[in-house]
C-alpha cells in the first residue's frame, strides 16, 4: 500500500447501479478500506450492504460502530446513522442531526475522515441530487486530500458532482467506467 490509507465516497439518486459498478470492478485484494455513504431511506435495512457484497469481489458490509477499518472492505452508512472515521482511526455511527437533508451525509464522512488521514485520504463525489459532499470535499481537498469528482455528464444525476465542481477543482473528473482504475493505480502510490 502506498500513501494513501482510506477512500470516502458519497452517491445519492443512482447509487445501486453507481456503487455495482464501481465496486464490482475493484479486486478483492484491493489494498484500501472504501467508506460510502448512499442516501438511503431511514427505514432501509441491511439490504444494499448483502446486495452488493453477492455481486462484488471486494467485501461489503454496513460499517459497525467502533470497527477498525480493514482494506479489501466497503463500509456502507446504515441507513438513519452518519458515518464517521475518528482520529484513532475507528469508525463512528451517530443519530446528530441530518446535514444538507441528509443523515447519513456524505459532508459529515468527508470532513471527519479528512480530520483523521488528512493527505492520506482520497474523497469522491458521484452521481446525485443536491449538494452533500461538496463542502465536505472542499474540506478534504483544503487538507491535502485527494479529490475526485464523477464527470457531471456521465452521472445518472448530476447535481451532486455539479455543486462539488462549484466549490473544488478536484484533482481527478472522470466518468465512473475510469474509476476503478484510477483507484487502483492511486493505492500503489
Known amino acids: 500500500m502506498g500513501s494513501f490509507r482510506a477512500i470516502t465516497l458519497g452517491v445519492s439518486t443512482g447509487g445501486i447501479a ?14 484500501l478500506p472504501v467508506l460510502a455513504v448512499q442516501h438511503l431511506s431511514p ?21 459497525d460502530d467502533g470497527e477498525l477499518p480493514q482494506g479489501g472492505t466497503v463500509y456502507l452508512a446504515p441507513a438513519n446513522y452518519h458515518l464517521l472515521l475518528e482520529a484513532d482511526g475507528r469508525l463512528a455511527l451517530s443519530m446528530d442531526p441530518p446535514v444538507n437533508l441528509s443523515r447519513p451525509s456524505v459532508d459529515v464522512l468527508f470532513e471527519s475522515a479528512a480530520d483523521a488521514l488528512g493527505e492520506a485520504l482520497i474523497g469522491v463525489v ?34 451532486m458532482p455539479l455543486s462539488a465542481l462549484q466549490l473544488v477543482t478536484p484533482d481527478y473528473q472522470l466518468p465512473l467506467a475510469q474509476m476503478p482504475q484510477l483507484f487502483i493505480n492511486l493505492s500503489d502510490t
Not at 464490482?24 to 485484494?29: E, F, K, M, Q, T
Not at 432501509?44 to 458490509?61: H, M
Open 18 to 31: 453507481v456503487l455495482r459498478a464501481l465496486l464490482g470492478a475493484l479486486p478483492a485484494d484491493f489494498p
Open 43 to 63: 427505514l432501509s435495512g441491511g439490504d444494499l450492504a448483502q446486495l452488493l457484497d453477492e455481486t462484488c469481489a471486494i467485501r461489503v458490509k454496513e460499517a
Open 126 to 159: 458521484l452521481s446525485g441530487v443536491g449538494s452533500d459532499g461538496s463542502r465536505g470535499l472542499r474540506y478534504l481537498k483544503e487538507r491535502g486530500g485527494t479529490a475526485v469528482v464523477q464527470d457531471p455528464a456521465d452521472a445518472i444525476a448530476p447535481g
